[in-house]
C-alpha cells in the first residue's frame, strides 16, 4: 500500500458521503473504511489512519529542523556550466517537464537548483454510499513549479490541476470546492516570513468545475528590502503547502519546505535575490576539464589524501570542504582573505622557490574566499592550524578556476552570514566542493 491522506464526510444520518485524498494515491476498501470511521473528518496519512486537528495543519518547523534536512539534500552545479553564464538558472522548469520527473517525496519535492522547483501528486474525491461502498469518485492531479530571482527578494509557485476525470455517483457533492494555500511563516526568531503582504498572493480556492476551466494558480511569497539577519538582511521563511476542502471539511499539509530573501550588497550581478534554500550547494570541478585540471586534481588530493599535501604537519590532517560534515562557508572580508593567501604562499615560496617567474600561481584549499582558508586559526583561536593545501600550479588554470567559484558565489547567491537560535546552534550558509575525476 502506498502513501496517502484523505478524509471521510458524513451527513447528519450518520451516512458517509466523500472523502478528500491528497497524494500519493492509495487504496483502502469500502467496507473497512466505513466501518473504522467514528464520524466526521477521517485522515489517512501514509496508509496509517491519523486524525489532526485544523489548528497543527499549520505547525511549524524550526530553523533547527530546517537545517537539518537541508544539509541531507545536494544540488550541484558543473562549474563548467558556469564559466561564461551571467545571469542566474531562474527560468522556471515547464509544468509539462515538471509532471514527468520523478519525485521521491511530495514533502519535500525536488529543488533542482535553488532557483528551480518541482513537485506533482494524484489528488481524489471518494464518494460512499451509507454502508460505506464507493460509488463515484473525482480525480485529478496537481503539478507545482517553483522558481526564485535574482534582483527581486521574491519567490513564485506555480499549480496545475489537471485530468480531472469523473466516475459514477457523485450527486451528493456534484462540484466541490479544492483550494490551496501558502503558509509561510518565520523561523528566525520572530524576523521575516513571508512579510511582504502587499506582494503576496497565498490562497487560491476554486470549485472542481472553475478548476477545469481555469487549471492554473499562481502564488507568490515575498520580503520587504530592509527585513532580515546580518548586512545582507538574510530572512529565512519556512513554508507549508496547505491543500483542502470546506465542502469535506479537510486541511492538509502536503508540502514543507523553505525559501531565503537576501540584501546582498556585495553580490555583483544582483544586490537582491530570492532561493530555495532546504539544499546543500555542491560545485563540482571535473579532473577532465582541461581549463581547471590541476584545480581539480589539487583539490581532489586534499580530499581524499591530505597527507600528501603541503603543508607537512605531525599530527592527522584533515582538509574541510569535501563533505557534508565538515562544509566550508564564505567569507567576503577582504583583510582575512588577504591574511588567508599570504600563508598559502608562504608555503608554496618554500616548497616550490621562484614559482611566480615560471608562470606558475599558488593555489590553495580551502579557499581564500571561505573562512576554513589557510589563515583560520590566526582568527578563530579555537581551530587547529596547517588543516589546508598549498600547491602551485598551472597560473590559467587556477584563474579560471577562481573565476568559476566566483561567479558561482553571485549567481547562486551563496552568502557570507550567520545567525544563533535561541536553542544556541548557529546557522550559516553551507557548501561543499565536489570533485569528478577522469572515468
Same mark, same amino acid.
Given at each position: ?20 485524498? #491528497?497524494?500519493?494515491?492509495? #487504496? ?22 491519523? &486524525? ?39 527560468? !522556471?522548469?515547464?509544468?509539462? %517537464?515538471?509532471?514527468? =520527473? ?8 525536488? #529543488? ?9 501528486? !494524484? ?121 483542502? /476542502? ?10 514543507? =519546505? /523553505?525559501?531565503?530573501?537576501?540584501? *546582498?550588497?556585495?553580490?555583483?550581478? *544582483? ?56 562544509? +566550508?562557508?564564505? +567569507? ?43 589563515? &583560520? ?23 579560471? %578556476?577562481?573565476?568559476? +567559484? ?8 551563496? +552568502? ?24
Amino acid at each position: 500500500m502506498s502513501g496517502g491522506i484523505g478524509c471521510l464526510m458524513r451527513n447528519r444520518f450518520g451516512q458517509i458521503l466523500a472523502a478528500f485524498i #491528497v497524494a500519493p494515491a492509495f #487504496v483502502v476498501a469500502p467496507q473497512a473504511a466505513a466501518a473504522s470511521t467514528g464520524g466526521g473528518v477521517r485522515m489517512v496519512i501514509g496508509g496509517i489512519d491519523h &486524525q489532526e486537528a485544523a489548528s497543527d495543519v499549520r505547525r511549524r518547523r524550526t530553523i533547527e529542523q530546517i537545517d537539518s534536512s537541508r544539509r541531507q539534500n545536494v544540488v550541484t552545479v558543473d562549474s563548467s556550466t558556469i564559466g561564461s553564464r551571467n545571469v542566474a538558472p531562474a527560468a !522556471p522548469t515547464p509544468l509539462q %517537464a515538471c509532471e514527468k =520527473q520523478k519525485v521521491k517525496n511530495v514533502k519535500k519535492g525536488q #529543488v533542482n537548483s535553488r532557483f528551480n522547483y518541482c513537485n506533482h501528486w !494524484p489528488l481524489q474525491f471518494v464518494y460512499y454510499n451509507s454502508r460505506g461502498g464507493k460509488i463515484g469518485s473525482i480525480s485529478a492531479k496537481a503539478v507545482l513549479v517553483g522558481f526564485g530571482y535574482m534582483g527581486s527578494r521574491r519567490v513564485d509557485l506555480r499549480l496545475q490541476i489537471k485530468d480531472i476525470v469523473k466516475r459514477g455517483n457523485t450527486s451528493y457533492a456534484p462540484d466541490p470546492d479544492l483550494y490551496f494555500q501558502v503558509y509561510c511563516f518565520p523561523t528566525l526568531g520572530q524576523i521575516g516570513g513571508c512579510d511582504d503582504r502587499t506582494n503576496s498572493h497565498l490562497t487560491v480556492r476554486r470549485k472542481m468545475s472553475q478548476w477545469r476551466k481555469t487549471p492554473i494558480a499562481d502564488f507568490s511569497l515575498a520580503s520587504k528590502p530592509n527585513v532580515g539577519v546580518g548586512v545582507a538582511k538574510v530572512n529565512v521563511a519556512g513554508w507549508q503547502f496547505i491543500g483542502g /476542502s470546506n465542502r469535506v471539511n479537510q486541511h492538509t499539509r502536503i508540502i514543507n =519546505q /523553505s525559501v531565503r530573501f537576501d540584501s *546582498a550588497q556585495y553580490n555583483t550581478r *544582483a544586490k537582491r535575490g530570492g532561493v530555495f534554500w532546504e539544499v546543500m550547494p555542491h560545485l563540482l570541478y571535473r579532473t577532465d576539464d582541461k581549463n581547471v585540471n590541476e584545480t581539480a586534481s589539487h583539490i581532489w588530493v586534499a580530499c581524499n589524501q591530505p597527507w600528501n599535501t603541503h603543508p607537512k604537519i605531525k599530527q592527522s590532517k584533515v582538509i574541510p570542504g569535501c563533505s557534508a560534515n565538515f562544509p +566550508l562557508h564564505r +567569507l567576503v572580508n577582504k583583510t582575512r582573505q588577504k591574511s588567508n593567501r599570504g600563508k598559502a604562499r608562504r608555503v608554496c615560496q618554500n616548497v616550490w622557490p621562484n614559482y611566480s617567474a615560471r608562470g606558475l600561481d599558488c593555489d590553495e584549499f580551502p579557499f581564500a574566499s571561505t573562512y576554513e582558508g589557510a589563515a &583560520q586559526c590566526l582568527h578563530e583561536k579555537t581551530k587547529p592550524c596547517n588543516m589546508f593545501s598549498a600547491k602551485a600550479i598551472d597560473k590559467n588554470d587556477n584563474q579560471e %578556476a577562481g573565476r568559476r +567559484l566566483g561567479r558561482w558565489y553571485d549567481l547562486d547567491r551563496i +552568502l557570507d552570514w550567520r545567525w544563533k537560535s535561541s536553542r544556541g546552534v548557529e546557522i550559516r550558509e553551507v557548501f561543499v566542493i565536489w570533485i569528478r575525476p577522469k572515468r
